[in-house]
């Protein structure tokens, strides 16, 4: 299998590690580089070797994109600055490739739009690398709440903080995309996992309000703190969002209230609780032994069955599409300090 890797950052990097590990010899790598960095990263984002990734991953290098597409790779996989999406995506788009895009799926409810048909129209496997998706904690909320054991669900609160400096060890953190609103960044855009796994459960919301902004001493020109309010469904149900570039050490954690009971996961702790109408622990669950890239290597076993046609995209680039329509409707709320009300779906 031939696939194009546009942006060999740390997520591209773990995307083609991940590649490697289950295909082997059967995969044959192109890439798109601009700055052609050649350090290699770990597992842990830590610089391995300053040198030599091409020869590592034994990939072939293009510095024109047009030229690379001309290889006729079978799939492209979108991982340079969110702002770039819409351009290298709607360019593999047109040369017939399956896409593999990290999230946000871009910056413009536009650029996503017209991705969104041109994959339909052409009949290709459009995905969004949300791998919380495939995490236990999530899966098992989801569980719970779509079995009704916790009755109507009355209010939500999400949060996700984690400290930026930390994210890239290997890069300065005022370079990065998260950092420059010119790459897509600012916490809502960059932690929008959230917006992505509340809509797979609630639907897109009615109403967004949010407040925040650059509250921090962070060397950043974006948002770095944002709390979110959200309206959902025909009762009108509150959810609250938390994301910031600040906490030490990190959170991110769910809560969702219901008439007959309440849920509780925790992500950073591994841990999933239920509790019944009467406050008693109903049920339990926890994954002690889960490794991070066990959710990656979940995502791209996903991917490549899709490819194969054995499966659908568990998160389409149209699910991508909605996640960054409520993502926006956030920042547009913060810089206008106005209720922002979005159309029925």
Wanted: aromatic share 8%; charged share 20%.
């Amino acid at each position: 299998m031939k696939v194009l890797m546009i942006g060999l950052g740390g997520i591209g990097q773990r995307h083609l590690r991940n590649l490697r590990a289950l295909l082997g010899t059967e995969l044959e790598v192109i890439a798109h580089r601009v700055r052609r960095q050649q350090f290699v990263l770990t597992e842990q984002l830590q610089v391995e070797s300053d040198a030599g990734l091409d020869a590592k991953y034994g990939v072939r290098v293009f510095s024109e994109l047009a030229a690379a597409l001309a290889e006729r790779p079978a799939a492209a996989f979108i991982c340079n600055p969110s702002s770039l999406h819409g351009t290298s995506a709607l360019a593999s788009a047109a040369a017939g490739c399956h896409l593999f895009v990290e999230k946000p799926v871009t910056d413009s409810l536009a650029d996503a739009e017209a991705l969104v048909a041109a994959v339909q129209g052409r009949g290709l496997v459009g995905f969004v690398g949300y791998q919380l998706r495939f995490h236990p904690c999530f899966q098992q909320m989801q569980a719970w709440v779509e079995s009704g054991s916790i009755g109507q669900v009355i209010a939500v609160r999400a949060e996700v903080g984690e400290y930026l400096p930390g994210w890239h060890p290997y890069e300065d953190y005022r370079q990065m995309y998260a950092s420059r609103r010119v790459l897509g960044g600012g916490v809502i855009l960059s932690q929008i996992h959230e917006f992505d796994y509340l809509y797979a459960l609630f639907g897109r919301p009615r109403k967004v309000f949010a407040v925040g902004g650059k509250l921090s001493r962070l060397e950043v020109d974006v948002e770095d703190v944002a709390s979110v309010l959200m309206e959902f469904g025909p009762t009108g149900f509150p959810v609250h969002l938390h994301q910031d570039y600040v906490q030490r050490p990190p959170a991110r954690s769910c809560q969702i209230v219901g008439n007959n009971g309440k849920i509780q996961i925790d992500f950073r702790a591994l841990s999933a609780t239920r509790w019944d109408e009467g406050g008693a622990v109903a049920e339990t669950a926890t994954f002690p032994a889960l490794e991070r890239n066990a959710l990656f290597l979940a995502e791209m076993r996903h991917f490549l069955a899709c490819v194969a046609g054995t499966e659908t995209p568990l998160v389409s680039l149209a699910d991508g599409a909605e996640s960054l329509r409520v993502a926006l409707a956030a920042r547009a709320s913060l810089e206008s300090g106005a209720v922002v009300v979005l159309p029925p779906r």
